[in-house]
């Protein structure tokens, strides 16, 4: 009898998998070493960071139930050394030291959407696929993108497109869905393309799809990724030792430009100008190791798709402040 219970390793290709063992290798290779992978989805970086540094412990994070489950069965073969909390990111503070950590010596960020959710039809984050409207990460809390569409006022549903999906037609999106809803609840992704499709000139159709700005602002809104990361991303930094090192893999422009922002602010001098010595106090914290952001090369874009949008940065922590 076979195993109904999908494969994970089957399920998910780590995206820039060599580049992040590169990267995080000075970090991790002592014993006793701690890194947190913040958004464990199922377990493919984890897994190769700890059968390459048998003396490293991963904390692994993640708010969907079903990930941490697969994870779990991926990792096993690791025991103890590789630790799985079912929490957002932004509670990687609490993670660390429930698992019996004061710091870190590395953090992995794979943003976005995972593998698992992209190709489960009925969790609604694929316009490409109709089924019901939820988008949560998490099943058992929050509300679901079918309630956003349902109750937001049409100013709401225009900010929520312009500043998550950087949506140029948000306006004209929100005007259609709160005219369609009063005719019918847009509970199914099928429905709320269809409105979109109709909403939007023949000339955009051509040039991309309506959905792909829209359904990526309502699964940004649905599990407050922004805002989360905004939370998450210091608070790491603020964990890992001297000489940790820092990875973060972003697949939209939004939180791209988080992460370069909150780096670079970490990786300046504080010094003020003019002053003839730089003062121990005022050096940076931080120093970038990678130019930019990295992106996948054609191999692996053409292997693996889901490696196109990828952006990579890095840092390693230089100083630790008193």
Known sequence: MTDPTPDPAALHTPVLLERCLELFAPAVSRPGAVMVDATLGMGGHSEALLGAHPGLTIIGLDRDPEALELAGRRLAPFGDRAIRVHTVY????????????????????????????????????????????????????????????????????????????????????????????????????????????????????DQRHPAKRVFQALRVEVNGELAALERALPAALDLLNEGGRAVVMSYQSLEDRLVKRELAARSRSTAPAGLPVELPEHRPEFRLLTRGAELAGDAERARNPRAIPVRLRAAERLRVPA
Not at 96 to 122: C, H, K, N, T
Not at 143 to 156: C, F, M, N, S
Not at 171 to 190: C, L, N
């Open 90 to 205: 932004d509670g990687i503070r609490e993670a660390v030291r429930a698992a019996g950590f004061d710091r870190i010596d590395a953090v992995l960020f794979d943003l976005g959407v995972s593998s698992l959710q992209l190709d489960e039809a009925d969790r609604g984050f694929a316009y490409a696929q109709d089924a019901p409207l939820d988008m949560r990460m998490d099943q058992s809390a929050g509300v679901t993108a079918a309630e956003v569409l349902a109750e937001a006022p049409e100013g709401r549903l225009r900010v929520i497109f312009e500043r998550y999906g950087e949506e140029p037609l948000a306006g004209r999106y929100a005007r259609a869905i709160v005219a369609a809803r009063q005719e019918a609840p847009i509970d199914r992704s099928g429905r709320l393309v269809d409105v979109l499709q109709a909403a939007t000139p023949a000339a955009v159709r």
